[in-house]
């Protein structure tokens, strides 16, 4: 199993550009979600999905958006990009059933907005 | 809201002295409590957790935790820290407001000198 996958490693963005990343489980995992790492903040919660069509949001998701169309794939869109999104973006998946199961995380993104 | 703290930026330790990695939650109802590590450069990594039983959890790497609910904490320990033991320490709570997602503390840097 290749786990939890993302991609790219490294986007600079200009302000006002749009892009996705993208994440993918190869487990069949039913959560998946999206969280950004900033420094002295720990992770915080972007978007989630229970299953394929079913999405909701976090913490923080102003400025993203989220599709969930198969179970393995789960890609995070920046619309318009502002050097506040400037951040480590971690996608993770774990199964549902039992209700507290840990969850896995992919390498991450590092993206820097000009 | 379900919550952790970690009270520490960074903890200094030599190696084969023990540590201990602090970590105090605020939840209403049951805890469901995480420990993750995060290595440079890589995404975060399942030690272990506490959902129910044993106030001792064991995990992964040697390392172990302690429940204590009377002062609302769980600390990460290991007897003997190793070089390697180096890293991003974070510890979670199950956020029941968000499906299975998790609400981290902000992190600590271990750190073990020789």
Request: net charge neutral; aromatic share 12%.
């Amino acid at each position: 199993n290749a786990g939890v996958t993302q991609t790219p490693k490294f986007q600079v963005l200009k302000t006002g550009q749009s892009m996705t990343l993208q994440c993918a489980q190869d487990m069949n995992h039913e959560y998946m979600s999206w969280y950004r790492q900033d420094p002295g903040m720990g992770l915080r919660l972007i978007h989630y999905s229970v299953g394929a069509g079913i999405t909701d949001q976090g913490e923080v998701p102003n400025g993203y958006n989220v599709s969930r169309s198969t179970t393995e794939d789960f890609p995070l869109r920046l619309l318009s990009a502002a050097p506040s999104q400037t951040s480590v973006y971690f996608c993770a998946s774990s199964v549902i059933s039992g209700g507290n199961n840990e969850q896995f995380f992919g390498p991450g993104t590092r993206l820097t907005v000009l | 809201a379900q919550s952790v703290a970690q009270p520490e930026d960074q903890v200094n330790v030599a190696e084969g002295n023990p540590l201990t990695v602090k970590c105090t939650y605020s939840v209403s109802g049951n805890p469901y409590l995480f420990w993750y590590v995060q290595y440079p450069n890589r995404g975060l990594q399942f030690l272990l957790k506490y959902i129910t039983g044993d106030n001792l959890v064991k995990g992964s790497y040697g390392f172990e935790a302690e429940f204590n609910k009377s002062q609302t904490s769980f600390h990460l320990k290991k007897p003997s820290a190793l070089v390697s033991d180096s890293a991003l320490y974070f510890c979670a709570v199950r956020d029941g407001n968000s499906g299975y997602a998790l609400n981290f503390g902000k992190g600590t840097s271990l750190l073990v000198t020789p």
